[in-house]
């Protein structure tokens, strides 16, 4: 399969039990090869259960070709609440995001106005998690993707216009680059159900808010009353403390900053976001 992918003859069939496989194998890696490149002009959409992936050639935006934009468009109403459909979908997405060697930047987004994520699927995690090990292995999960969003080479942008709590703040938290409005609100209210953050809220939130205050005297109180006060913040307040980047001005939304952002790094021309990624 290695000399497949590469490329190459296979140089050894004798120790393959199924030989006769080695044709569908081949065709198979060829059309995931031609998805991880972008014709010219043309897009990648993908449409899933819980959201909607599009990644648009910079030439529908300017004259050049440095790489591409990719959107996440998060699509799982009422709430966005983060199930186990909505992490197979970001899996699948961040697969496509990750091996296409053309795309340059990534924005992530909710399709419902004034939200985000408001949480965890809480419905399923009293229908179908009730056992501790389907917790355990839910929890695992949703922290090995959100570790992956974090450690990936290409910036990763959330647009936040609305409230994102709970896992939507660890899932945000997770992104290098963070853009609200004035009525987004981020909190980990997981303490008023009596349970913790999952997610890596317990580790990535006090670290934000410390290295953007300086100094653990003063950023650990703060991380802990949201952690096991339960308590929420304003977008203002948010920036304070380092949990939003910025917060989108005027005419501007999150998602349209997020977007002109995005392109200016394909481009060359963003020092915040080379920061935030190399931080």
């Keep these: 399969v290695c000399d497949l992918i590469d490329g190459l003859k296979p140089a050894d069939r004798n120790c393959v039990i199924n030989p006769e496989i080695m044709p569908l194998i081949s065709e198979q890696i060829s059309c995931w ?19 909607e992936l599009l990644v648009m050639p910079p030439d529908r935006f300017t004259g050049e070709n440095k790489g591409c934009l990719a959107t996440i468009t998060l699509r799982h109403p009422p709430a966005n609440a983060i199930s186990s459909a909505m992490l197979r ?46 917790a355990r292995e839910f929890a695992l999960r949703a922290r090995h993707l ?14 936040m216009d609305g409230a994102a709590l709970g896992g939507g703040n660890e899932l945000a938290m997770a992104c290098h680059y963070r853009i609200g409005s004035w009525r987004t609100q981020v909190g980990q209210p997981e303490i008023n159900l009596f ?5 890596g809220a317990t580790q990535r939130l006090p670290r934000l808010i410390i290295d953007h205050l300086g100094t ?13 006060g339960g308590h929420s913040v304003d977008a203002g307040r ?17 998602l349209s900053q997020a977007k002109k952002l995005a392109l200016e790094w394909i481009h060359g021309e963003s020092e915040c976001l080379n920061q935030a990624l190399f931080h």
Excluded at 146 to 159: N, T, V, Y
Excluded at 238 to 254: K, S
């Design 238 to 254: 948010a920036v304070e403390l380092g949990l939003l980047n910025e917060i989108a001005e005027g005419p501007a939304d999150p």
């Design 89 to 134: 979908d970001l899996e699948r997405a961040m697969d496509v995001v990750e091996y296409n060697s053309q795309v340059g930047a990534v924005v992530l987004c909710s399709q419902t106005p004034g939200l985000f994520i408001a949480g965890a699927d809480i419905n399923q995690m009293y229908r179908k998690l009730n056992k501790r090990s389907s």
């Design 216 to 228: 653990l005297d003063d950023g650990l109180p703060e991380a802990l009353l949201m952690l096991i």
């Design 33 to 51: 090869r031609g998805r991880r490149f972008l014709p010219g002009g043309q897009a990648i959409y993908r449409n899933f259960d819980t959201l």
């Design 146 to 159: 959100f570790s992956r969003i974090e450690q990936m080479d290409k910036p990763i942008i959330a647009a």
């Design 195 to 199: 349970v913790v953050p999952g997610f």
